[in-house]
Nanobody
């Protein structure tokens, strides 16, 4: 089992900043992709940003220029720095990790999701 623990959500005024963090733990053999998705009320879950093991990043258009994703491969953590927040950024943000976990029969691919952390942008 691979567990993800998120932190950093909260209430912020428009134009403000928040930093989300996610730590992966468990029988991890390797991690490939780490990322963040979000789900606003009444909408489908959507990609925010992902980062690959080599450091390549991909951002959804709403996040470009405002959000920065980063990871620490030694600590198995991923962070999302969100600046210039807008009310439309209000959502529950989910951490996502794809990799391989150690088993008695060798590595096995896994996809894990965090429990979600709420971000509210409002004055």
């Amino acid at each position: 089992q691979v567990q993800l623990v998120e932190s950093g959500g909260g209430l912020v005024q428009p134009g403000g900043s928040l930093r989300l963090s996610c730590a992966a733990s468990g029988s991890i053999f390797s991690i490939n992709v780490m990322g963040w998705y979000r789900q606003a009320p009444g909408k489908q879950r959507e990609l925010v940003a992902i980062i690959e093991s080599g450091g390549s990043t991909n951002y959804a258009d709403p996040a470009k220029g405002r959000f920065t994703i980063s990871r620490d491969n030694r600590k198995n953590t991923v962070a999302l720095q969100m600046n210039s927040l807008k009310p439309e950024d209000t959502a529950v943000y989910y951490c996502f990790v794809n990799g391989e976990q150690s088993t008695g029969r060798g590595p096995r691919i896994f996809d894990s999701w965090g429990q979600g952390t709420r971000v509210t942008v409002s004055s």
